[in-house]
């Protein structure tokens, strides 16, 4: 049987802050979420602790009776303590150069290996179908992991929500657009 692990960013939010709620927006989004996983046989959800990321999947867990699992791991990366008025140019190069950190934060290749080890893991485990909901650019991390091609630009593409299936063939994740 394979496993299939679901990326989902999170639905519109009000902010950035952790306690930032969903829109009305985004509340729709949640409900949307939960039909279209309606069809989808799912065995565990693990979440981001940020109140966006839970309030995006709560509607699946409830419909479900599946708990939502906290993970810290899945947290939005910090790209610095410092304001950082050209905050979007330092963000670019970030993409260019994995190991490049700023005050305060923490490095895209940093970023990448906490959320692939919460990946790994839940790849390990009996769970055939695992929904992890996250935040937009340790996702495009998680993302180019897999698909190194994956950028700057595509993050910026990025929509709230947005749903990538990561499954594996003969050993190898592969990512897909759902």
């Known amino acids: 049987m394979s496993k299939n692990i679901y990326i989902i ?13 969903l829109t ?6 949640a409900q949307e979420l939960a039909r279209y996983f309606s069809n989808t046989h799912i065995d565990r959800i693990i979440s981001s602790p940020f109140l966006r990321a839970i309030q ?3 509607p699946l867990g409830k419909k479900r009776g599946i708990k939502i699992e906290k993970d810290e791991r899945l947290a939005e990366r910090t790209l610095s303590s410092d304001d950082l008025p050209d905050w979007l140019e330092k963000l670019e190069a970030t993409y260019e150069d994995l190991d490049l950190k700023f005050e305060g934060g923490e490095s895209s290749r940093e970023a990448m290996d906490r959320i692939v080890q919460v990946v790994e893991e839940a790849y390990e485990t009996e769970a055939d179908n695992i929904v992890i909901v996250t935040h937009g650019n340790i996702m495009s991390l998680l993302i180019r992991y897999y698909q190194p ?4 630009e595509d993050w910026k593409n990025l929509g709230n929500p947005d749903v990538y299936r990561l499954s594996w063939i003969e050993g190898t994740g592969t990512v897909t657009p759902k």
């Not at 999170?10 to 709620?21: D, L, N, R």
């Not at 009305?24 to 989004?29: A, H, R």
């Open 56 to 58: 995006t999947i709560e």
């Open 149 to 152: 091609s994956f950028g700057f």
């Open 9 to 21: 960013r999170h639905c519109e939010a009000k902010g950035q802050p952790p306690e930032s709620p």
């Open 24 to 29: 009305e927006k985004g509340q729709k989004q």
